[in-house]
């Protein structure tokens, strides 16, 4: 009878587990609604500084501007913007970011540069500070908010523009996970600084849904125009000068760059947690099938046992 009583203490375990995971999911569900509430509501102004920066685009060449954030200069150092998570249970997102920036940082290094880290998340300040021999870090940020908001944005982008206009590194690159499908994350590296001209206006911008399919909580990436702000009108008149407008204009698209990069790196995070936690529930339920199915064998194989002790003791 012992064994019958471990079989139904770890049903009991397995289905609190489950109870657990499920209720993880659903949190995360509820948390991906916020970020793509947050990626509508930061679209009109995306919308209206880029329909400003092409219109001033429009009116001169950007390589003739003076402008610290556009001009190029000669890479010794490069700085690497990690983004991870400042939690587990996300499947491989957090472990698949640290590849990808230990991968980019052995090849800058291969390749005669300075690479240095700007990590985003525990997760990415645990694993490097760990190997702080091996990695150079010029900064962390954690507990950002689980949906960014543009203050944390702001906060990551005041450290590395500080640190590219006083030329302590010559570029910024930012490695981050793109939100594909929800099974399907990707991660990538993108230049942040200096900022090319010719990527300002962009011919579509993306955002995240969730939908119910079947009964189930499933994530989707749609597509629409991201310029649906109007044109200028041709004849509008600065009164700045197109340097002063620029200098102005640059910090904010870049902040809005990066904000993006949060974004997108927060739904990946949110749909791997819902994947795996999904994961989770389904396992959970399928072995507490198996170990019901025990111990109603069990449970029948002691019953016969006894009726078989009973049935001998009576022929004696």
Known sequence: MANLKEIRDRIVSVKNTRKITEAMRLVAAAKVRRAQAQVLQSRP???????VLENIQSRMQFEAADAPLLKKRDVSTITLVSVTADRGLCGGYNANIIKRTEQRYAELKRQGFSPDLVLIGKKAITYFQNRASQYTIRTTFKELEQVPTSKDAGSVTSEVLSEFLSESTDRVEVIYTKFISLVSCNPVVQTLLPLDPQGIAEANDEIFRLTTKDSRLVVEKGSSLSNEQPKLPSDIVFEQSPEQLLNALLPLYLQNQLLRALQESAASELASRMTAMNNASDNAKELAKTLTL?????????????????VGGAAA
């Open 294 to 310: 025990d111990y109603n064998k069990a449970r029948q194989a002691a019953i016969t046992q006894e009726i078989l002790e009973v």
């Open 45 to 51: 102004f995306a919308d209206r500084l880029a329909r």
